[in-house]
């Protein structure tokens, strides 16, 4: 990191009471001979000595209410010391000398701790040297210290704590910085340093002391690690569950009587639950990020496009420092502090992305972008970063592939995964081990799967999550779904390791759909529309099956779309038509004509599909359907476009015409689109939305298929 500035800094110090502080502040005292206890700094600046310290705080900058403080170091005579601003001043007190900082950041709290490494003539800290800690892990020497190299650095302010080696001669040779989940990571000529702390984003300072040290998290919570390191507690508390504290100095710490840290029972309670802080966020199909459970995730910044269904996965780092998310069209877009990462194939207006996975990490041990892969709904895997490119994956003509995961050898490199499919039927690919998750939904209502650590978890549409696996335990606090609007589209979990298990909270309403879904009982909420010109029908259909998912095209937009050839039908004596257009390519006739006098007729699937396309909606569009198939899609929150004779005409006799392209055309002059809304399973109907002047219509499933026959089981799928 560049400095920007190199001015002493001139914060002025507040007069005025830090009304947060429940500690007196003792007079200032100077006691030359070694003493033993401890100093907490709190966010204002306050010095508060406990375990029987006497400390010479006379001239310590005070800040009130305002939190910038960052560090402090003392001399452990008792005669002084410096602290540390967060802009990079560092200011003596007591009777400590003066300290020159190496880097001066003004207004930009970026600085974050320091360590003093020469000693005066009475073995004291002098402040002549040292080195400064940014956010970004970047090391500043100042007053002739040694320049060390190897530390870490990021584009990301997770560093909080350094402490330096030293050679047998006494000279700075190395170090260690710890970022904020407690991660440390040695440098230059320093041993690496076990120190077991939790992986949460609460730590603040590390220290180092003889053959051990310790770590200041928030709260003011102190944890030990090597040997030798027995604190002086008495006269220590706390802010309780205010998060004030933000370095506590251990002064000889070498109690010949074990002392447990006194904590209170606030500030013990906020530190257990950031500790096992679980739970996770939810992505709706607008692109809104929605964090739930006590997960501290950084959502600055999402992409967001309201009332427009176009978001389909999301991925966050475990440390909550920020995301990614996808569109349809495969853009990839960050948020919160994650780097911008490239997507490795973009198809402009086709909704045809489905899923990502990143695998990649920075220095910080968090995903950085770089290097992942990308699912299309055909189940093409697409690689990008320099990410191994694997074989084997599935892929099919249709989209119904639907989540990606990503299995690693033993060096942690891609070698093979598994896709799932909307039905939640699972192929392992590659080096990857066949996977089955018991208990999904037997409908095509899967949306993504996810891996999370030993197990994982499917998710389903409405928000279901079934898990696998092991230690796969959410904390759900806070969780809510959307009832029966089919609208959420991703879950990520972060530390599913609730010690107190409960089930995924779900609305009736949600619970019901994929209820539904899987019995065949549903009734899809559809606009009931007429339709607007004599032969319209397939047009009104369709703008009913894409306004059910929020889109809202007209039905001249939709035969525009599509074209009409309007030359005229080549018919016979009786009126049977012997040679007229193609409906498998365009409108064929005249939309405010006649059918029965062959003047108009309409049109059948591939144009409508494609209509869908331009609306920017999938289809899964053929002909040939099984009932079943086409109810099971139904129920699972879709509608369709399907060919039957007018209502009232369902006996009619089909008969065949020849196109212009020569292509054999079933028909009848009855030819009519209605837009199935609902099945009952049960009861053995379904619900049908009929445009012929606007009719909601409910028949029997055997009525509805002998219909549905008459035209080779048509059917157009809108999702």
């Known amino acids: 990191m560049a400095d920007l500035g190199r001015a002493r800094c001139t914060l002025v110090a507040a007069a005025m009471v830090f009304s947060l502080s429940q500690l007196p502040v003792p007079a200032p005292a100077y006691a ?25 705080t006379a001239g310590s900058p005070f800040w009130g209410n305002w939190d910038i403080a960052r560090a402090l170091v003392v001399r452990s005579d008792g005669s002084g010391g410096w602290t540390l601003d967060g802009f990079g001043g560092i200011h003596a007190f007591g009777t400590a000398p003066t300290a020159i900082t190496p880097a001066y950041w003004s207004n930009w709290d970026i600085a974050r701790a320091m360590v003093v490494t020469s000693k005066g003539p009475d073995g004291q800290p002098d402040g002549r040297q040292g080195y400064l800690l940014d956010g970004y892990g970047g090391l500043h020497q100042w007053g002739g210290a040694p320049a060390l190299s190897g530390w870490p650095y990021t584009g990301t302010d997770i560093w909080r704590g350094v402490a330096i080696h030293s050679d047998a001669n006494g000279v700075p040779d190395g170090g260690w910085e710890m970022d904020r989940r407690g991660r440390v990571v040695a440098f230059g000529a320093a041993p690496a340093l076990a120190t077991g702390l939790p992986s949460a984003p609460i730590q603040q300072k590390l220290h180092v002391v003889g053959a051990g040290g310790y770590a200041v998290a928030k709260w003011g919570i102190v944890q030990t690690f090597g040997s030798g390191i027995a604190p002086y507690w008495n006269g220590y508390t706390d802010w309780g569950g205010a998060d004030v504290v933000r370095d506590i100095v251990l002064v000889n710490p070498t109690n010949p009587v074990a002392q447990a840290q006194p904590a209170s029972q606030a500030a013990a309670a906020a530190y257990d639950a950031a500790v096992n802080a679980g739970g996770g966020v939810v992505l709706d199909g607008w ?58 194939a973009y198809w402009p207006n086709w909704d045809i992305a489905r899923a990502m996975v990143f695998t ?23 690689q990008w970063g320099g990410a191994p ?49 018991a208990g999904v939904p037997n409908a095509p209502i899967l949306q993504q799967l996810h891996a999370v650590g030993s197990g994982g978890f499917a998710l389903a549409k409405w928000g279901q999550v079934t898990t696998y696996g092991s230690g796969i335990a959410p904390y759900w606090a806070g969780y809510s779904d959307w009832g029966a609007w089919d609208i959420l589209r991703d879950l990520a979990l972060i530390n599913p390791t609730n010690r107190q298990p409960r089930a995924q909270p779900m609305s ?56 009409a050839d309007l030359r005229k039908a080549v018919v016979d004596q009786y009126g049977d038509v012997l040679q007229w257009g193609d409906p498998y390519q365009t409108f064929v006739g005249n939309v405010n004509g006649l059918d029965y006098n062959a003047t108009g007729y309409g049109v059948y699937y591939p144009p409508i599909a494609m209509a869908a396309g331009r609306a ?54 009855v030819e009519h689109a209605m837009t199935l809304i609902g099945v009952n399973a049960a009861a053995g109907t379904v619900t049908l939305n009929d445009p012929n002047r606007g009719f909601v219509r409910t028949v029997s499933m055997a009525d509805f298929e002998a219909a549905f026959a008459k035209f080779n089981n048509m059917a157009v799928v809108v999702y």
């Open 287 to 344: 692109g809104g990020v929605h964090v739930f459970g006590g997960a501290q995730v950084d959502i600055r910044g999402y992409a967001f496009w309201p009332y427009w269904d176009i978001a389909r996965a999301v991925a966050v780092r475990p440390d909550g420092s920020g995301g990614w998310t996808l569109d349809g069209f495969g853009g990839i877009h960050a948020f919160g502090a994650a780097p911008a990462a490239r997507t490795p």
């Open 360 to 382: 990649s990490k920075g220095q910080d041990g968090q995903p950085d972008g770089r290097q992942g892969y990308l699912l299309d709904g055909y189940g093409g895997l697409h």
């Open 616 to 669: 920017v909606r999938g289809t899964l569009a053929q002909e040939g359907w099984t009932p079943h198939d086409l109810y099971v899609e139904v129920a699972a929150g879709n509608t369709a476009v399907v060919w039957v004779p007018v209502f009232g005409y369902w006996s009619t006799t089909m008969r065949w015409w020849t196109a212009w392209d020569g292509r054999q055309i079933r028909y009848t002059l």
């Open 389 to 437: 490119a694997l074989t084997g994956w599935p892929y099919t003509g249709t989209d119904v592939w639907r989540g990606i995961e990503i299995h690693y050898d033993g060096n942690g490199v891609p070698d093979g995964g598994w896709e799932m499919d909307r039905w939640g039927h699972i192929t392992a690919f590659g080096a990857a081990p066949p996977l089955t998750i």
């Open 32 to 56: 030359a001979a070694t003493q033993a206890g401890g100093v907490a700094l709190d966010s204002g600046g306050g010095l508060h000595p406990f375990g029987g310290l006497t400390l010479n």
């Open 508 to 563: 009736a309403a949600a619970a019901d759909r994929v209820t539904g879904a899987t019995t065949l009982n549903v009734t899809n909420g559809v606009p009931l529309i007429a339709q607007t010109h004599n032969l319209d029908c397939e047009s009104a259909a369709l703008r009913m099956a894409l306004l059910a998912k929020g889109v809202d095209r007209s039905e001249n937009w939709i035969l525009a779309q599509m074209g």
